[in-house]
């Protein structure tokens, strides 16, 4: 399996798992667990955010973020909205790549004004990272709010993308 390939499946498992968790914390009562729900779209913001700079990053383009997250909030559904859209965005772009670009070091400033330097590749797999490290979070949440999480597992998505998997195991 090449890079790319890789890259592809893991950034539509990250689209799958986003679109799982945003359905299940939905269910998160917004009146009698209104912090929770709050943090938990403030950890769901913040990854979009930093998912939309290095977007910005890889298709050499400015960005009008000064920060990781945003001071205001959008509401779940602005949120999810957007977060889908960028799902796409990633999706697209890597079936795009030519293999010699994952390979290619991009020169970027960080919002806090330091100067980064990594290859398109580096900076996908952050980017998958990432979002999977703050989703767990949110599920950890969702879990002391007594709402069970979606299986945010990479098997479980493959195998469900694809059932002839458990036919051939």
């Given at each position: 399996m090449s890079s790319s390939t890789l890259l592809l499946s893991l950034f539509k498992y990250k689209a799958w798992a986003n679109d799982e968790l945003f359905a299940e914390l939905d269910k998160l009562d917004p009146q009698a667990r209104q912090a929770?729900?709050?943090?938990a779209i403030r950890l769901l913001n913040h990854i979009h955010v930093v998912d939309r700079i290095f977007a910005a990053h890889l298709a050499g383009q400015p960005h009008a973020y000064t920060a990781?997250?945003?001071p205001e909030?959008?509401?779940?559904?602005e949120l999810r909205d957007a977060v889908a859209q960028t799902d796409r965005w990633y999706v697209?772009?890597?079936e795009g790549l030519a293999p010699q670009q994952l390979e290619e070091s991009l020169p970027f400033v960080f919002t806090d004004g330091a100067n980064g330097l990594m290859s398109r590749e580096e900076m996908l797999a952050h980017v998958a990272?990432?979002?999977g490290y703050h989703r767990g979070a949110v599920g950890r949440i969702m879990a002391q709010a007594e709402l069970p999480p979606p299986r945010d597992i990479f098997t479980v998505y493959l195998h469900r993308a694809e059932p002839a998997r458990?036919?051939?195991g």
């Open positions: 929770e729900r709050h943090l990781t997250n945003t909030t959008p509401t779940l559904a697209g772009y890597i990272t990432h979002g458990r036919e051939r």
